[in-house]
């Protein structure tokens, strides 16, 4: 009797998985879990924590082993799709960031939508020009420290706080300023509010990059924003494409296609390659998602779609959520009190340093960040007119942001290059490593080319890397050159391994149905079915002879095994 309870209460312990949530602000949501529990299931209960409503603008992301992201299904269950041990961990996220903030029902929402931009702005996804960065740094000082006191706010108290990867010693002296002079009574509803709108107008609000290169080996970011798909490269936007004119993506081992009409004599493909056919699925099935989010005009349309379009082969997925008009109705219907909101403060963040008052970028000294942030600069105006994957101009960055409004507003030229930005595009937190060559020599450049996080020390060598390329010397070069040829050969391998899979997989199928053809006719010339084609086929030789000699003792064969079976089941029976 003791040892079946034990095992029953063994059972229901393997039946239960601790699992932890990281929110928006840093704490933690700690939870049990039934083994066959479902995403939505851990999502209901995160939201009905948070008092949160407006929720389908939010996601649950976690990390598998390979260091691979992917955003939980909420239509299956958790422990499938966690390739992990337990307890598992993962983050709340924005998923779907709402093309216009100062619409939302709730304060509670818009204050996750703050904290979500501003470790935006921080990881460096969110990228804009210098009197942008000054200003929504301004909007979380005043937000979080309140209106500034001479008395508590001494000289130089916004060095204490680190909004961005890295900056200057000015930028800091002009945060204050605005701080100082421009913010004074605003409440932190208000701060965080202006915020979302400024940072609503940048190029990069909404990004979530993914890194890939394009067909000439360049390192770009895919991202997909409320306004649609984008392509960053450098400190320039290459390409946008509207979701109206976004008609297909599709994606094949570590090749991610994007099919555009940009108007109706002009259509257009986009290739890229993702560093691991993992990866690439999971650009796709974000793809996929945000088009319908952001394209449709209610759920009902949406559909299955295929990696391929071959019924054979390829990725199904299916979109199973809410789209973004239908949020914006049901939140229109919300009617309760505002719930409380508890602001973080000044708690420490482990990933946010911009609300601690800890020393700022203690990796690298002020005086040797000073001189880097000059020589990266300075190496930005080479790059600048450094070869792309498809020809760009030169666009001021007071043209920038009016020519994207024009492509989404009038349809404009999609592909128009715009600067984004003074800094190259690098975002540090959200881009995973990708694999790299296990060659010493070769890792840290191929890194760089893939796009791969870097700590403070790396920016600053690549700093120094950059005005050195200028030159085009040294031994650098002739290393990076030769990882290119390299790679260049590799992927040469990869697409002959691909065309080989292709035709074999063809020639599988065809001997398939072959195969499944001649049995159907089988049946149907042996059966009782008074047709002339079948009729015509019976009187021939080749068939007489076949059925006497094939079909027939084939069939007495199996009639004999059935009667044996059947007799040894009746006996058992008895």
């Keep these: 009797m003791l040892s079946r309870l034990m095992s029953s209460s063994i059972r229901s312990l393997d039946r239960e998985y601790n699992c932890t949530v990281r929110l928006l602000d840093d704490s933690e949501y700690t939870c049990t879990i039934q083994r066959d529990a479902k995403g939505q299931y851990l999502f209901d209960l995160i939201c009905h924590h948070l008092n949160l409503l407006e929720k389908d603008y939010f996601g649950i992301r976690y990390v598998d082993p390979d260091k691979q992201r992917h955003w ?49 702005l921080y990881h460096g996804r969110l990228l804009c020009k ?102 960053l490269q450098g400190n320039r936007r290459i390409h946008f494409l509207t979701w109206e004119e976004v008609t297909k993506l599709k994606f094949e081992a570590k090749t991610f296609h994007i099919y555009a009409n940009q108007t109706e004599d002009r259509k257009i493909i986009l290739t890229y390659f993702a560093p691991t056919p993992e990866a690439c699925k999971h650009l796709w099935k974000c793809g996929v998602e945000n088009q319908a989010f952001y394209k449709l005009e209610k759920s009902s349309q949406v559909r299955t779609v295929s990696s391929s379009n071959l019924f054979f082969k390829g990725s199904r997925f299916r979109y199973s959520g809410k789209v973004a008009k239908e949020v914006m109705e049901q939140s ?31 990796s690298v000294p002020r ?36 020519s994207s409004r024009g492509q989404i507003e009038d349809g404009g030229e999609a592909s128009t290059s715009a600067v984004i930005s003074d800094e190259v595009y690098s975002p540090s937190d959200s881009v995973l490593p990708s694999p790299v060559a296990e060659h010493g020599v070769e890792m840290p450049l191929a890194r760089h080319l893939n796009g791969a996080p870097r700590s403070i020390d790396e920016e600053s060598e690549m700093g120094v890397l950059k005005e050195g390329q200028a030159t085009e010397s040294g031994p650098g070069k002739r290393a990076l050159h030769t990882v290119r040829s390299k790679q260049s050969s590799q992927s040469d391998v990869e697409e002959l391994n691909k065309f080989i899979l292709s035709v074999l997989r063809l020639f599988l199928v065809t001997i398939g149905l072959l195969f499944a053809l001649l049995l159907l006719l089988i049946m149907l010339t042996e059966s009782d079915l008074d047709i002339a084609f079948l009729r015509d086929i019976r009187k021939t030789p080749e068939f007489q002879q076949f059925h006497f000699e094939y079909f027939c003792p084939l069939r007495r064969w199996f009639a004999c095994k059935l009667r044996w079976m059947g007799g040894f089941l009746v006996s058992d029976v008895n």
Aim: some cysteine; aromatic content about 10%.
């Design 72 to 120: 939980l299904e909420f239509s299956k269950p958790i422990a499938k799709q966690m390739k992990s041990q337990p307890p598992f961990t993962m983050c709340l996220r924005v998923k779907f960031y709402p093309p216009d903030p100062a619409a939302l029902k709730e304060e509670i929402t818009r204050y996750l939508v703050f904290l979500q931009v501003k470790r935006d």
């Design 130 to 231: 210098t009197s942008d960065a000054a200003l929504l740094a301004a909007y979380i000082l005043q937000a979080e420290i309140g209106d500034y006191d001479p008395g508590k706010h001494p000289e130089g108290y916004s060095s204490k706080f680190q909004f961005f990867p890295k900056h200057s010693e000015k930028l800091e002296r002009w945060i204050a300023e605005i701080h100082k002079t421009e913010l004074i009574g605003q409440s932190p509803e208000t701060s965080e509010l202006n915020f979302l709108q400024k940072a609503q107008t940048l190029e990069t609000y909404g990004v979530d990059p993914h890194p890939c290169k394009d067909v000439s080996g360049n390192p770009a970011f895919l991202a997909f924003t409320p306004f649609g798909f984008t392509v």
């Design 332 to 362: 229109a219907k919300i009617k309760r009190d505002p719930p409380e909101i508890h602001r973080a403060g000044m708690v420490p963040s482990r990933s946010c340093p911009s609300i601690t008052h800890g020393p700022r970028l203690t």
């Design 367 to 402: 005086t040797r960040r000073r001189a880097v942030h000059i020589s990266i600069m300075e190496g930005l105006e080479s790059l600048r007119d450094s070869a792309h994957s498809t020809p760009v101009r030169s666009v001021s960055h007071g043209d920038s942001f009016m």
